[in-house]
């Protein structure tokens, strides 16, 4: 929720330094994500009044101008402009030697065609501002200041760039405070201030009645209230500037005078609103009911969606013209010819809105008020300050037609509780007294009889149930720093700690981190261009995925298959944002299931994915991170060359323990790569942890370090090119039980080898734990592994 300083000081005077106010609404309970200060980019620009303007000799287009910016910053300030909208007398922002602009850009002197420029004169586009903040900023050339603006003036000031917007964090219990007038009610209270309400009279006129107007609700149980006032002799023209600008400084852009004021009163009272045009209104009917299965709607977004019964709509006689609480119809706007208007204040229930917004994948402002919840008062507040300002801005008739339409009298939450309960639950003493300012200065009727008294809510606070809750308004607001810690005496204080499944998790996350790969945590969900990308047959096991009945988006509409589509997304991101290389890994569940339709809960995996990519990135640098994991764990893994739709047909291999394939590495092939745009080579792995977890030792054995040392041999072998090192490497293992380590070390292919040859050397070390190994047991080893790999691969010493 973003509130600019400068609306809520129109109902609160602040007094105080933003920082301190900052401070002040965290302790009450409301997290300032970000406080903004909307100058902060433009240093050392004034306003300046133009003296003199003459033609420079060297150009057709360029003029040198004279600028008085007061005594301060100087009277005689020459600059050289190229626009043509400038003239003696004119007032404009002048950015001066050493300034900043919107976006970060400096400005220096320098020389134009020979002309010394000591500045620059500027557009509203290079102060950051367009029409809705200062009327001509969008004009093609220099902003022309009004004729008051004084000379020397902080550029800032004049165009309303110095001001401050807290971004707050609302939390779903208060939704009264999703506004502009509700925060400034908790800032009141918190300064001890009064609350200057906004102004909400008018006079309804009985000459503009239209007694034709029907307004019906057929769902109350979705629509608990219902406001609808008729408003005649419409002109829809461009709002005033002060309202256009309060817009802008929330991100709502302006569209016309009868639209910005419903924008306006959503944020300045947080109750969404709508207006029709009547013209359109078939029968000059509203009918707020579900919708049929099979209706159409074409939003003001001009997107199309089908509905069904699940649906809340508001309709005219024949057909919807609105999606309650989400968007307008297209078939209802405002538009220039509009003359007659009907606005719309409403409470719809917010799981009716959240599930319609889900299903359709259709959001906005309003759909995200009402799913956090909507007061039925502020809907009589909203509809009431929605005619005084058609009225203050003179651009309607505001009629006596109007209706309201409730399934339940409004009634405030009344409370009867002590001071004695309300501090039990604090676990301090507050003075009486105290407790009756705090819950008075935030709206609340209390009524004090000895120990005991009655607290009626304001209607506005729907979040109030008990005396718990009074109990939380009061220690916000009188402090959380009142309440001293002890330690616990009615408890016994456990140690808490991890499962074995979980330290072996943990163990598995920490052996990949040392190989420098990053984790990552993404969504258990995706679409099927997820799948689509990596190339899938359509019978593959990977695309018999779930999928979700009620998708956040279509992004995220299957259950995942495999974490590939994951790891790929997040290598992607990071190069996209320019980290040129990276290692990443995640631990997370695929899902399989067992039929479809389901009958049963799927199967939950939980599988582990690497990814890395980068110049300096291969294969096998790739497969010395798995081999990091298996080390950690006292594994051996073995690699036999396999295919997978996504991957580089001859850099792929499927990874075993003993003789359970447990997973596959590869390059992810040259089309993928294409396809995703990611300039590197890059490599994926991804392995079942359930069948890795098989063969984890229920206890870690240690040996004494050798005695004696180890007796190192290299090999070059020459073998057929189909040949792995996964095939050479096991046979090797086989041939002796006093072979300790394999490391492959350089692979050669040229003419002296042969065609469909490849040379393959190893460093393989021998160790005898007991005993030093003499020269004859090494020899006769070696023999053996030359002739069993002769034997099995036709494998040769080179």
């Given at each position: 929720?973003?509130?600019?300083?400068?609306?809520?000081?129109?109902?609160?005077?602040?007094?105080?330094?933003?920082?301190?106010?900052?401070?002040?609404?965290?302790?009450?309970?409301?997290?300032?994500?970000?406080?903004?200060?909307?100058?902060?980019?433009?240093?050392?620009?004034?306003?300046?009044?133009?003296?003199?303007?003459?033609?420079?000799?060297?150009?057709?287009?360029?003029?040198?101008?004279?600028?008085?910016?007061?005594?301060?910053?100087?009277?005689?300030?020459?600059?050289?402009?190229?626009?043509?909208?400038?003239?003696?007398?004119?007032?404009?922002?002048?950015?001066?030697?050493?300034?900043?602009?919107?976006?970060?850009?400096?400005?220096?002197?320098?020389?134009?065609?020979?002309?010394?420029?000591?500045?620059?004169?500027?557009?509203?586009?290079?102060?950051?501002?367009?029409?809705?903040?200062?009327?001509?900023?969008?004009?093609?050339?220099?902003?022309?200041?009004?004729?008051?603006?004084?000379?020397?003036?902080?550029?800032?000031?004049?165009?309303?760039?110095?001001?401050?917007?807290?971004?707050?964090?609302?939390?779903?219990?208060?939704?009264?405070?999703?506004?502009?007038?509700?925060?400034?009610?908790?800032?009141?209270?918190?300064?001890?201030?009064?609350?200057?309400?906004?102004?909400?009279?008018?006079?309804?006129?009985?000459?503009?009645?239209?007694?034709?107007?029907?307004?019906?609700?057929?769902?109350?149980?979705?629509?608990?209230?219902?406001?609808?006032?008729?408003?005649?002799?419409?002109?829809?023209?461009?709002?005033?500037?002060?309202?256009?600008?309060?817009?802008?400084?929330?991100?709502?852009?302006?569209?016309?005078?009868?639209?910005?004021?419903?924008?306006?009163?959503?944020?300045?009272?947080?109750?969404?609103?709508?207006?029709?045009?009547?013209?359109?209104?078939?029968?000059?009917?509203?009918?707020?009911?579900?919708?049929?299965?099979?209706?159409?709607?074409?939003?003001?977004?001009?997107?199309?969606?089908?509905?069904?019964?699940?649906?809340?709509?508001?309709?005219?006689?024949?057909?919807?013209?609105?999606?309650?609480?989400?968007?307008?119809?297209?078939?209802?706007?405002?538009?220039?010819?509009?003359?007659?208007?009907?606005?719309?204040?409403?409470?719809?229930?917010?799981?009716?809105?959240?599930?319609?917004?889900?299903?359709?994948?259709?959001?906005?402002?309003?759909?995200?008020?009402?799913?956090?919840?909507?007061?039925?008062?502020?809907?009589?507040?909203?509809?009431?300050?929605?005619?005084?300002?058609?009225?203050?801005?003179?651009?309607?008739?505001?009629?006596?037609?109007g209706y309201e339409v409730a399934a339940n009298e409004m009634k405030p939450t009344v409370i009867a509780t002590t001071f004695g309960k309300i501090n039990k639950v604090l676990g301090i003493t507050v003075p009486s007294d105290t407790i009756t300012e705090i819950l008075r200065s935030l709206e609340f009727d209390v009524q004090v009889d000895g120990e005991s008294l009655t607290v009626t809510a304001p209607l506005y606070r729907e979040d109030v149930f008990g005396y718990e809750d009074l109990a939380e308004e009061v220690i916000r607001l009188y402090g959380y720093s009142h309440i001293t810690p002890r330690m616990l005496s009615f408890a016994t204080v456990t140690n808490g700690g991890l499962t074995e499944a979980q330290k072996m998790e943990m163990k598995a996350k920490t052996a990949l981190t040392k190989q420098g790969a990053f984790e990552t945590v993404t969504f258990s969900f995706y679409s099927a261009k997820e799948l689509d990308m990596l190339h899938l047959p359509a019978d593959s096991p990977l695309r018999q995925a779930i999928r979700i009945d009620n998708p956040i988006s279509e992004n995220y509409s299957l259950m995942c298959t495999t974490l590939v589509p994951n790891i790929i997304g997040t290598m992607v991101r990071n190069f996209k944002n320019g980290n040129s290389a990276g290692r990443f890994f995640e631990l997370a569940n695929v899902y399989v299931a067992d039929a479809f339709p389901l009958t049963k809960l799927p199967e939950e995996n939980k599988t582990i994915v690497i990814g890395a990519y980068g110049d300096d990135e291969d294969f096998f640098k790739v497969k010395g991170i798995v081999e990091g994991l298996a080390d950690d764990f006292d594994l051996t893994f073995r690699y036999r060359k396999a295919e997978r739709s996504f991957l580089h047909p001859g850099i792929t291999a499927e990874i075993l323990c003993e003789e359970d394939v447990i997973g596959f590495i590869g390059k992810l092939s040259y089309e993928v790569c294409e396809e995703i745009s990611l300039a590197k080579d890059a490599f994926v792995a991804e392995i079942n942890y359930e069948r890795l977890a098989k063969h984890f030792k229920t206890t870690m054995k240690y040996a004494p370090l050798p005695k004696y040392p180890d007796v190192v041999r290299d090999f070059a072998f020459v073998c057929d090119e189909d040949k792995t090192s996964g095939e050479i490497e096991d046979v090797i293992q086989r041939s002796g039980k006093n072979i300790t380590g394999i490391r492959l070390f350089d692979i050669f292919r040229g003419k002296q080898i042969g065609e469909g040859k490849k040379s393959m050397a190893y460093t393989v070390t021998f160790r005898a734990g007991d005993q030093m190994l003499k020269d004859e047991e090494v020899t006769r080893m070696t023999d053996k592994i030359l002739k069993n790999l002769e034997k099995e691969l036709g494998v040769t010493l080179r």
């Open positions: 929720m973003k509130a600019p300083l400068s609306w809520l000081c129109d109902y609160v005077d602040i007094d105080i330094p933003v920082e301190e106010l900052q401070e002040k609404l965290f302790s009450s309970g409301f997290e300032v994500e970000e406080l903004i200060y909307l100058g902060k980019e433009i240093t050392k620009c004034v306003v300046g009044q133009i003296t003199h303007i003459e033609k420079h000799q060297d150009s057709d287009h360029l003029q040198i101008c004279k600028l008085d910016c007061g005594e301060e910053w100087g009277r005689d300030i020459q600059i050289v402009t190229g626009a043509d909208n400038v003239f003696v007398g004119a007032k404009v922002p002048v950015a001066l030697d050493g300034s900043t602009l919107a976006g970060g850009v400096k400005i220096k002197k320098g020389k134009l065609r020979g002309v010394e420029s000591f500045g620059m004169l500027c557009s509203g586009e290079e102060l950051g501002i367009n029409d809705n903040w200062y009327e001509g900023a969008e004009v093609y050339g220099i902003l022309i200041l009004a004729e008051d603006a004084p000379i020397g003036e902080d550029i800032r000031k004049i165009v309303g760039l110095d001001d401050y917007v807290f971004d707050i964090s609302i939390t779903a219990n208060r939704p009264d405070c999703q506004s502009i007038l509700g925060l400034a009610r908790e800032i009141a209270a918190i300064l001890k201030k009064p609350v200057k309400m906004p102004a909400m009279c008018y006079t309804a006129h009985k000459e503009a009645n239209d007694g034709e107007i029907t307004v019906k609700v057929q769902a109350p149980d979705l629509c608990p209230r219902y406001i609808a006032h008729y408003v005649k002799d419409v002109k829809v023209e461009k709002a005033p500037l002060w309202m256009r600008k309060r817009l802008a400084l929330v991100d709502i852009n302006a569209i016309s005078n009868i639209v910005d004021i419903t924008n306006f009163v959503l944020m300045e009272l947080g109750q969404p609103m709508h207006a029709f045009d009547l013209s359109d209104l078939g029968g000059k009917t509203i009918d707020v009911r579900r919708a049929h299965n099979g209706e159409k709607i074409t939003t003001l977004d001009e997107k199309e969606f089908t509905l069904n019964e699940n649906n809340l709509v508001i309709c005219d006689a024949t057909r919807p013209v609105a999606l309650a609480g989400i968007m307008g119809g297209l078939n209802s706007e405002i538009k220039e010819t509009t003359k007659d208007v009907v606005f719309e204040s409403a409470k719809f229930a917010r799981d009716s809105v959240r599930k319609t917004s889900r299903s359709l994948g259709q959001t906005s402002d309003s759909s995200a008020k009402f799913c956090k919840g909507v007061d039925e008062y502020t809907t009589r507040c909203a509809m009431k300050r929605a005619l005084h300002l058609i009225e203050a801005l003179g651009c309607g008739t505001v009629s006596e037609t």
